[in-house]
């Protein structure tokens, strides 16, 4: 077999608890859980951990009070996990890593904010409010973060 045994046993055992979860909070839960090591970790290494925590923290308790908001005055589907915070750690990383092409999109990374903004477009379109406006409100409130747009949080 081409996979070594962890590899099937830690499969298994997702597609088991998959069974038993809502449909799609699995294997959304993995997503985020990748994206997070993937940029967060460059991001950590730079920032230091207390540093990416409060942001994370912050993006959070901003964006979903805002969903909550929104679901308390229209209504909607409830929201959960770290994709909002996930979508501006692409946003991050991209202005981090400026000039350099990223080959796999043939764009440089600094213009990577304008990929995250068009998914969190698609979202507000396609998804269930107020899934769109939470991820769009997290992303355009760490691209002001990046950016030194909020004054109060430039010593963070």
């Known amino acids: 077999h081409p996979w070594p045994n962890n590899f099937r046993i830690i499969f298994l055992a997702l597609t088991l608890v998959s069974m038993v979860t809502p449909p799609g909070i699995l294997w959304s839960a993995v997503a985020e859980g990748v994206t997070l090591i993937w940029f967060g970790r460059d991001l950590e290494r730079r920032w230091g951990s207390r540093r990416l925590m409060i942001l994370c923290a912050l993006t959070l308790a901003a964006s979903y009070g805002l969903g909550a908001l929104y679901l308390y ?64 409100s997290a992303t355009f409130f760490l691209d002001q973060y990046i950016r030194g747009k909020i004054p109060a949080l430039r010593s963070l």
């Open 73 to 136: 005055l229209f209504g909607g589907q409830r929201v959960h996990g770290f994709h909002p915070f996930t979508r501006g750690l692409i946003l991050i990383w991209g202005h981090h890593i400026g000039r350099e092409q990223l080959s796999f999109l043939n764009i440089r990374g600094d213009q990577l904010r304008w990929v995250v903004y068009a998914f969190c477009g698609f979202e507000l379109l396609l998804l269930p409010p107020p899934f769109g406006l939470v991820t769009l």
